[in-house]
Nanobody, 127 residues
Framework: QVQLGESGGGLVQAGGSLTLSCTDS????????VGWFRQAPGKERELCAA????????YFADSVKGRFTISRDNAKNTVYLQMNTLKPEDTAVYYC????????????????????WGQGTQVTVSS
């Protein structure tokens, strides 16, 4: 089973960068697609980026496209979210989530479609 934990959140000035890590202590994440979600107070949880089992064909929301990069190292059971050129609007709790990927797969945008979740890590971007 997947057991996810996030790290790497913190405080950063606008224009700066952070890298978030999502590690599976169950060491089974290679069978799962992984998405990074974020949720700001008063807003819906949104999918920022997602990556397939093999790491190909990543998805990025329009709000982060060109600034965020998602990658994975299955040997380390870890998925990364590299966040560059951060904006105050990026301030949110960031969660990683895993969904078992079968032979037929498209990235689900709805958080309820994902099977496993980390506890989240706070990212705060100051002006």
């Amino acid at each position: 089973q997947v057991q996810l934990g996030e790290s790497g959140g913190g405080l950063v000035q606008a224009g700066g960068s952070l890298t978030l890590s999502c590690t599976d202590s169950g060491r089974t994440i290679s069978s799962y697609a992984v998405g990074w979600f974020r949720q700001a107070p008063g807003k819906e949880r949104e999918l920022c980026a997602a990556i397939s089992r093999s790491g190909g064909r990543p998805y990025f929301a329009d709000s982060v496209k060109g600034r965020f990069t998602i990658s994975r190292d299955n040997a380390k059971n870890t998925v990364y979210l590299q966040m560059n050129t951060l904006k105050p609007e990026d301030t949110a709790v960031y969660y990683c989530a895993a969904k078992y990927q079968s032979s037929s797969f498209t990235y689900p945008l709805n958080a309820r479609s994902y099977d496993y979740w980390g506890q989240g890590t706070q990212v705060t971007v100051s002006s």
